[in-house]
């Protein structure tokens, strides 16, 4: 867990990158996508800067259960970067969900841009989630935030996944001036061709 990340949205209006990388963050991953009709709209330019910048980026998609139609949208909106995309895409699940749809979202980006999905989702949802096999068989970055002061206290185990791929710790860090969720990542976060 070597590699410091950070994940942001739109929330994140303003991050500068310079800074950010100054910190010694080298990895990003944006939000693009949620449900089936919202995009990102600072998503081009938090590409751009963070490319810019010497960031490695990914992109994530905040899942409501519609499987395959959240897919499309995912799909059709990273497209774009797909050569410079370096980081597994990965579905974002935070909310209630039934296992087949997840599985119809994974095969669909997985069909569509012939590289893995990574699955993002808290402590709470893991063992769950890990009762599918191919589910279980993705790598895995868990929030997992403690006493979410900031500080890095202990490294999570995979809770039934294959591969742990990332850990959020916190959500209480400012980087490059605005608050952001901090990760430490592996090179099991990276696409194969990398």
């Known amino acids: 867990m070597d590699i410091r990340m950070i994940d942001i949205s739109s929330y994140q209006r303003g991050l500068n990158f310079t800074n950010a990388k100054d910190m010694g963050y080298t990895a990003c991953i944006i939000k693009a996508t949620e449900d089936t009709e919202y995009i990102n709209s600072l998503l081009h330019e938090q590409v751009s ?3 810019a910048n010497g ?15 959240e897919a499309k949208l ?8 797909k050569d410079i995309m370096r980081i597994k895409p990965v579905i974002d699940i935070e909310v209630a969900y039934t296992m087949s749809e997840v599985v119809a979202f994974i095969n669909y ?3 569509a841009l012939g590289v893995d999905v990574m699955v993002y989702c808290s402590y709470s949802y893991t ?9 279980a ?3 895995l970055w868990m929030a997992y935030y403690g ?8 490294y999570p185990k995979d809770y039934g996944f294959k591969t742990l791929a990332a ?10 001036g605005v608050n952001c969720d901090t990760n430490r990542a592996n090179d099991n976060i990276y696409c194969e061709n990398v």
Do not use: T
């Open 49 to 51: 800067q963070a490319v």
């Open 109 to 111: 980006v997985e069909d």
């Open 167 to 176: 850990y959020q710790y916190s959500s209480e860090n400012y980087v490059g």
């Open 74 to 81: 995912f799909v059709d909106v990273i497209s774009q970067y």
């Open 55 to 69: 960031f490695d980026i990914g992109f994530y998609h905040f899942f409501r259960n519609k499987g395959v139609a």
């Open 147 to 154: 006493k979410n002061d900031g500080n890095m206290y202990d």
């Open 127 to 135: 063992k769950g989630l890990a009762s599918n096999p191919v589910v």
């Open 137 to 139: 068989s993705r790598p």
